[in-house]
């Protein structure tokens, strides 16, 4: 019971994070940005990201600030999902398992730091 606890809680802060995340980030696609906040996030070029800002009124600039926020909120609610997961999955006590759910904990990490 305690790890289906730890599977499903984290599970329902993933979809939960998630929903609120695409909620500001459906103001945000245009043809700057077609794929709205993610073509902001991928940009490598200044010229580019000053172009995709332009194109954004303050009130979408407000929505790409609060889908940031909710994505850091998703990010850490993944991870732990995912981490869970592949313990479970992989018998909770097993070598692997314990080396396999620190995966998703660095890809956290990763996608935090960008």
């Not at 010229?47 to 850490?76: K, Q, T, V």
């Not at 018998?91 to 890809?107: D, N």
């Amino acid at each position: 019971m305690y790890s289906v606890v730890l599977l499903v809680g984290p599970g329902l802060l993933t979809l939960a994070f998630g929903a609120l995340m695409l909620q500001h980030a459906a103001f945000l696609a245009n043809s700057s940005a077609p794929h709205g906040i993610l073509s902001l996030q991928m940009t490598y070029a200044v010229e580019n990201a000053r172009a995709i800002l332009s194109s954004w009124s303050r009130e979408e600039i407000r929505h790409a600030e609060l889908s940031l926020y909710w994505d850091m909120g998703f990010a850490i609610a993944y991870g732990m999902f995912l981490s869970a997961l592949s313990r479970w999955s992989l018998s909770g006590r097993s070598r692997v398992a314990l080396v396999t759910a620190w995966i998703p904990i660095l890809a956290t990490m990763a996608d935090l730091s960008e």
